[in-house]
């Protein structure tokens, strides 16, 4: 059984800074790419960074520079460090390990101006 479980979303303002959680059960986490993926109202939901197992990292071109993806193995968690949050960031992010049908509920980010 796998769970996943996403955190630290909250509202925030523009140009501020927040940093999501994802606690992982099962081994899942210790072979699978792992993906933050986001959902903006009325629109797709769209990958915005991914890491592998050893820790290689791919961000979206709408979030380089300003998103960060990490991973602590041991604890089988994977974050999100978000800086300079933008009006248009604002959307439910989910975690999700690539190419397997398990989400997360996602956390809320709003940033207001």
């Known amino acids: 059984q796998v769970q996943l479980v996403e955190s630290g979303g909250g509202l925030v303002q523009a140009g501020g800074s927040l940093r999501l959680s994802c606690g992982v059960s099962g081994n899942i986490f210790r072979t699978n790419v792992m993906g933050w993926y986001r959902q903006a109202p009325g629109k797709e939901r769209e990958l915005v960074a991914t890491?592998?197992?050893?820790?290689?990292?791919n961000i979206a071109d709408s979030v380089k520079g300003r998103f960060a993806v990490s991973r602590d193995s041991p604890m089988k968690t994977m974050y999100l460090q978000m800086n300079n949050l933008k009006l248009e960031d604002t959307a439910v992010y989910y975690c999700?390990?690539?190419?397997?049908?398990?989400w997360g509920k996602g956390t809320l980010v709003t940033v207001s101006s």
């Open positions: 999700h390990p690539i190419a397997t049908n398990f």
């Open positions: 890491i592998t197992p050893v820790g290689s990292t």
